[in-house]
């Protein structure tokens, strides 16, 4: 139904501007209030009163006269409908409605994406320091992540996955003295145990390996451990390597893989914090007070200065970070999405204000911010908060292990980012109409069981006659399909794959409605066909979706 809707714009288009020069960009159409006004709305009429010094009603019954005249009109709509002070309701012919059927069999796993637009865009999300394992923030990065960069991808961007980490500084140190603690055979509670060592229980597993001269394989390092207690530096190095290969495994069963992991330490290494650092000053955008050395961020935008570099000559987190952000614009990615917890919100004016100031051409505004909440694991009715093998927190790997990595994904999809949200264990293994995932799947495996009892070539379906599609049920989940475009083109504007969830299970509903009011492999040939086409359409829409969310689409279940 776009090339329906792609017609009956152009034709709005045209007869607007006949009627009222410069008035064609006020071609749209909106969805009603309510179905049963229509299929679209157009508020034209309304938007234009105010410019012509016009009664709005009088100017909807001009457009209406004059739509009603246009070809494309006559072809597909049925009627168009003048309301209120100016709206017009338009219904479609159940001939418009079908189109959508044909569109989605021809295009099958491209429907709903627009052409590669030959644009780069970096996500960088999850990021987690190689200090423990991932936890459920974590998953929701993850989550977030790479939905958003299935998103794009289907909006002709070309995607970059990154992982950025932090592999030195007091949170790395502080794992090494945790594992020379363990290999030394001291554990917590112990008299002699560090008050800021981490505790969880794969301390004593990196120790044992590390005393077994074991070599680790990450994607992006890899480490023989020497086996000696006093080796302090090889335990830090192996540790990390250690824990970027848990990490991996962890994103493997996630089914999640980046492009690149930058270190950044290799900021310090390659002289691009000390570069930036010299750039800012140069471009007279700092100053020296109180012995320290500071931005003037607030030519920026933002609540007050920020200190650069500290007394003691260490350099504040946000500096490397503005580095690490010149590198993604000197890579070419004009556009770059960062996806981070919410206790990064006061990150972003300073990092903004170090890339404005740095004068490289960045423009203002970049990058784009999603920011989430944690998330609280519910199990048997009580709130989940230590895994054993973290010490101090749910991990993503025990999520995957008590439901599965579909699961996880559409749960913590299914909400808008910054919203809480309560991660519900025992309903996500439920197998009933009450868990959101289990129900969209459902619906897809459902659709292929009628498939394979049908036995016939889906190909053919392409060519079918949907004529027979004309009844309520029917025409309702044409409607829905046709909606799949403009959600996903939507969804990916407002960093929004929550409502790629909503509009599954929405989709899910309608094909479990129509499934109970229209029985389709019926005795009538030409009734059959037109059902199977319109059933196959919607399977192919509902892995289109999942497939964007991350998530599988059993053909049985």
């Not at 980490?165 to 002699?192: E, F």
């Not at 070599?215 to 080796?231: E, L, N």
Request: net charge negative.
């Amino acid at each position: 139904m776009q090339s329906v809707k792609t017609e009956l714009l152009a034709a709005l288009a045209a007869e607007l501007e006949r009627l009222w020069p410069g008035s064609g960009s006020k071609a749209a159409f909106e969805s009603p209030r309510q179905a049963a006004h229509g299929d679209f709305a157009c508020t034209a009429a309304m938007q234009l009163a105010k410019p012509l010094k016009a009664n709005p009603r009088a100017l909807g019954e001009q457009l209406q006269q004059a739509l009603q005249a246009a070809p494309a009109f006559q072809r597909w709509v049925s009627a168009i409908e003048l309301a209120g002070p100016g709206f017009l309701n338009i219904r479609l012919q159940p001939a418009a409605k079908q189109q959508v059927v044909l569109e989605v069999l021809s295009q099958g796993a491209r429907y709903g994406s627009r052409p590669a637009r030959g644009e780069k865009m970096l996500v960088e999300f999850v990021s987690a320091n190689p200090t423990g394992p991932l936890h459920v923030g974590h998953g929701r990065q993850a989550a977030l992540g790479d939905a958003i960069c299935h998103l794009f991808t289907s909006q002709g961007w070309q995607v970059q996955r990154e992982f950025y980490y932090n592999d030195a500084g007091v949170q790395i140190d502080t794992l090494a003295t945790s594992v020379q603690c363990r290999a030394r055979g001291l554990k917590p509670g112990d008299a002699d145990w560090p008050e800021a060592a981490y505790n969880g229980d794969y301390i004593q597993d990196i120790a044992d390996d590390f005393l077994a001269r074991r070599t680790v394989q990450a994607d992006d390092r890899q480490f023989t451990a020497s086996g000696s207690v006093d080796d302090l530096d090889g335990m830090r190095q192996f540790a990390v390597a250690y824990l970027r290969h848990e990490q991996d495994k962890d994103l493997q069963a996630f089914r999640l893989k980046f492009d690149r992991y930058y270190l950044e330490s290799s900021l310090y290494a390659e002289g691009r914090v000390e570069a930036t650092v010299q750039r800012l000053i140069d471009a007279g955008k700092t100053y020296e007070e109180g012995g320290a050395l500071w931005l003037r961020s607030t030519d920026y935008g933002d609540d007050k200065d920020r200190v650069m570099r500290k007394q003691d000559g260490g350099y504040t987190y946000f500096v490397p970070d503005v580095a690490y952000h010149i590198t993604k614009w000197e890579r070419g990615f004009r556009k770059a999405i960062n996806i981070q917890g919410t206790d990064h919100h006061g990150t972003i004016a300073r990092v903004r204000a170090g890339l404005q100031a740095a004068g490289v051409g960045i423009p203002a505004g970049y990058p784009d911010y999603v920011l989430h909440t944690m998330v609280r694991v519910v199990r048997g009715g009580q709130e989940v908060k230590i895994s054993k093998r973290a010490g101090s927190y749910v991990t993503l790997r025990d999520l995957i292990d008590w439901t599965s990595a579909d699961a996880v994904r559409f749960f913590l999809l299914s909400r808008k980012p910054d919203t809480e949200y309560t991660f519900d264990v025992d309903l996500a293994v439920q197998q009933n109409n009450d868990n959101p995932v289990y129900y969209v799947q459902y619906a897809h495996a459902r659709i292929c069981s009628v498939l394979q009892a049908w036995g016939g070539d889906a190909a053919t379906l392409a060519d079918a006659d949907l004529t027979p599609l004309d009844t309520p049920a029917a025409q309702a989940l044409m409607l829905q399909l046709a909606r799949y475009p403009d959600m996903l083109s939507a969804a990916a504007q407002d960093f929004a794959p929550h409502d790629v969830t909503f509009y599954l299970r929405e989709l899910a509903a309608a094909y479990h409605s129509y499934y109970d009011a229209e029985r389709i492999l019926v005795d009538d040939p030409a009734v059959k066909t037109a059902r199977l086409a319109l059933v196959a359409a919607t399977a192919q829409v509902l892995h289109n979706g999942l497939t964007v969310l991350g998530v599988t689409a059993p053909t049985r279940m």
